[in-house]
Structure formats: structure tokens, C-alpha cells
């Protein structure tokens, strides 16, 4: 925790500062009891394996999406 609240604070700049650990701490800490009500609720719908494994594809989703994204979006800044 503390060491990437350090990193992220050195490399955003000072006028940013603010405004990105803000949304750090709500990212971090406000939605993890959101995740665990989610995960609570699929957990005794299907049980906690199952449960898990769902979870578990939603995140490697939502991941390749977002590094699919980011290349898109790198190759397109790039051509600019």
C-alpha cells in the first residue's frame, strides 16, 4: 500500500496530486466493500468456488480490455 501510494504520489505532478489520490483512495478502498458484498452475493447464489472462478474471469476481462484499449489508443497517439 504504502509503497505505491509513494510512487504514484512522485510521479503525477504537483497540480494532479490532489485529484489522482483521491481517485486512488476511492479505487483502493471505497469499492473494495462493494467487491466483497458482490462476491458475498454470488458466493450463496452459486457457492464460493464458483463464485470465485466468476470473479476471477471478470477481472482477466476487464483487464485484456483495458490493455487491448491502451494499445489501440497508444498507436493512435502515435500516428498523430
Known sequence: G????????????D???GRVMAV???????????GGYA??????F???FQAV?????IALTLSL?????SQVDRRRRTRI
Open 39 to 44: 462476491l458475498g452475493n454470488l458466493a450463496a
Open 65 to 69: 480490455l483495458i490493455f487491448v484499449w
Open 15 to 17: 497540480e494532479l496530486r
Open 24 to 34: 486512488y483512495s476511492l479505487v483502493f478502498n471505497g469499492l473494495m466493500p462493494v
Open 2 to 13: 504504502d509503497v505505491y501510494k509513494r510512487q504514484v504520489q512522485e510521479d503525477v505532478p
Open 53 to 57: 472462478r466468476i470473479n476471477a474471469l
Open 46 to 48: 452459486f457457492g464460493g
